[in-house]
């Protein structure tokens, strides 16, 4: 209950920010505006459609994330509104979960109002371009995506400033997105390079495996098993995000407030 | 009668950013507060009561010492169901309206429906806040009302103990009074109360026993009638000389001259016989006796100067009603 109330209380502040909601109305007119731009590139009018709404999403997924991760427990410090939630019968990890909920909630309902806006023109540009399965899986994979990302933000806030959190995350976010680069610095001959690769690679979330996109773009692509593949990529996120909560509990237990 | 906050040593210390000088923010604190009681806590800003009410509430943790609140540890989660706190200059989320504020603190504390609902309602009325702006988002409050909200959110478990950090703190005569009828009220029901303020005629009114600390030292401690006990006495004289105005100085008093009158404003009582009889032995006319009861800000005043402490009108807000 006390979990689930600070979540909510979280959903509905988030949900009154206007930094958060400019973003979300951007994206959506970015969105929307997509199928007039698809003469601007040579590829077909439905590849640049999908590419650019699933991009969109991706990007003001992204700041969304990290602008809702990086200030969800500073303001409460800042403002001083965490004396009055801490005082109370409230354990310390309740917090912080009732916050990480509040915040993906948040993160949720946008990609989600993105994604039916991005689905919704996809849908009404061609009958041709129904949506499929790989375009719901796509904004899924974003969420999951963000959902990972938003547990780091939560992580760093714990004992770092919003300006440091950001650059963190985002850093964290951009190494994560080339496991690919790193993987291929692990067989490097310079033994320093080898070494902060593979600490990178295995260390970092694989933000990369998040983007399916290039299958939408290229159907040729194919997996051997997609269901699979999007199942261990959401187990990789569950998990992990358990992992960066549970260490943001342990940082925050003995933080003074 | 049993102990609603006993502290045992209790010592906060902080390291400056070079982690080399020491900052001692309260020093080896002992105090034991009763269960129903309204307790002043005193001290100069920076004295260490905000720190030590952080401690008591598990916001912070002590460097030393212990101490209990309703006879559990720090940060004890049953103990904090019965407890409450305003801090200082408190603020709320202010795109929610007092009602869902209120609703949010309640489900804090596992409170269910339909009861939330009742306590919300109840403590709104308990505060006077007009109903007109219950369900208005804080961000159009005043400060008195945000106050109500503050000490609303303080009742909404119906606590055994209340911790008010500067509860008046900026308000209006008006608002002010209201709130101490709110806070009186709260002690009539039997509620420990654990009152932190600058508002000394506040304090007075309200409070049973008082506590000063300065520097995070305790420098005085018990019942406010014992703290103001021994009146002074002033006395005005007239047709002295200065040779008679030497040897009234000579009893340690303070003599103030002006034409020709003289005034002395703060003689202990068996000091009084012995200056009438030097001013009518140097033929003098002794012209006012005006006894003076002893107030909580000349305790407060003179407790913190003679620990070395100089006392600034923002440390003393005594007689502004």
Avoid at chain 1, 137 to 142: I, N, R
Avoid at chain 1, 148 to 170: D, E, K, Y
Avoid at chain 2, 52 to 71: H, R, S, Y
Avoid at chain 2, 239 to 246: F, L, R
Wanted: charged share 20%; net charge neutral; aromatic share 8%.
């Amino acid at each position: 209950m006390v979990t689930m109330a600070i979540a909510k209380q979280t959903l509905e502040d988030m949900l009154r920010r206007k930094i958060l909601l400019i973003l979300l109305i951007v994206a959506v007119g970015m969105i929307a505006l997509g199928p007039s731009v698809g003469f601007l590139s040579p590829r077909e009018s439905s590849v640049v459609l999908k590419s650019l709404g699933l991009a969109v999403i991706l990007i003001a997924g992204l700041l969304i994330t990290i602008l809702a991760g990086i200030q969800v427990i500073p303001t409460e410090i800042e403002r001083r509104t965490i004396y009055t939630v801490l005082s109370k019968p409230v354990q310390r990890y309740e917090f912080i979960l009732g916050k990480f909920l509040g915040g993906l909630a948040t993160v949720f309902v946008m990609i989600a109002a993105m994604g039916v806006v991005f689905l919704g023109v996809v849908a009404w540009q061609d009958a041709h371009h129904a949506v499929s399965r790989e375009m719901v899986t796509g904004v899924a994979m974003t969420f999951f995506q963000m959902m990972l990302l938003g547990a780091m933000a939560i992580f760093f806030s714990t004992f770092a400033t919003p300006v440091v959190n950001f650059f963190l995350t985002f850093a964290i976010f951009m190494v994560g997105n080339m496991s690919s680069v790193t993987e291929s610095l692990t067989s490097n001959k310079n033994p320093a390079t080898k070494l902060l690769a593979t600490v990178l690679h295995y260390i970092l979330p694989n933000f990369g495996n998040f983007n399916i996109q290039n299958k939408l773009i290229h159907p040729e692509q194919t997996l051997s098993n997609p269901t699979v593949f999007i199942f261990q990529n959401i187990v990789y996120a569950i998990i992990y995000s358990a992992i960066l909560l549970l260490l943001a509990i342990l940082v925050f237990d003995r933080r003074e407030v | 009668m049993a102990a609603a906050v006993s502290i045992q040593g209790l010592t906060k210390k902080y390291l400056d950013v070079w982690n080399k000088a020491e900052i001692v923010a309260v020093d080896h604190l002992n105090l034991e507060v009763e269960e129903g009681e309204i307790f002043g806590f005193l001290g100069r800003n920076g004295a260490g009561k905000t720190t030590t009410i952080k401690m008591l509430l598990g916001l912070i943790f002590p460097t030393e010492g212990t101490a209990t609140v309703l006879g559990r540890p720090l940060g004890d989660i049953e103990a904090k169901a019965e407890v409450s706190y305003l801090p200082e200059e408190a603020y709320f989320y202010e795109t929610m309206s007092g009602w869902d504020i209120l609703d949010f603190y309640a489900r804090l504390f596992r409170i269910g429906e339909p009861e939330r609902s009742k306590r919300v309602q109840k403590v709104l009325e308990d505060v006077y806040l007009d109903p007109k702006a219950w369900r208005r988002p804080l961000r159009g409050y005043s400060k008195g009302m945000r106050q109500r909200i503050g000490i609303a959110q303080a009742l909404i478990n119906d606590p055994k103990l209340l911790f008010l950090d500067e509860p008046t703190s900026g308000l209006d005569p008006i608002a002010r009074a209201e709130l101490r009828d709110v806070i009186h009220n709260v002690g009539k029901q039997g509620k420990t109360v654990f009152l932190s303020s600058h508002q000394l005629s506040d304090v007075e009114l309200l409070c049973d026993r008082i506590s000063i600390i300065h520097g995070g030292r305790l420098l005085a401690l018990g019942k406010i009638s014992e703290l103001t006990a021994g009146e002074k006495v002033e006395i005005q004289a007239e047709g002295i000389t200065n040779g008679t105005v030497d040897k009234i100085k000579s009893l340690k008093l303070e003599v103030l001259q002006t034409d020709g009158h003289i005034r002395i404003p703060a003689a202990e009582a068996n000091q009084v016989s012995s200056v009438i009889d030097l001013v009518r032995g140097a033929k003098g006319t002794v012209t006012a006796v005006i006894p003076h009861r002893r107030t909580l800000e000349d305790v407060f005043v003179e407790t913190v100067r003679k620990a070395g402490g100089d006392v600034s009108a923002a440390d003393v807000k005594g007689g502004e009603n």
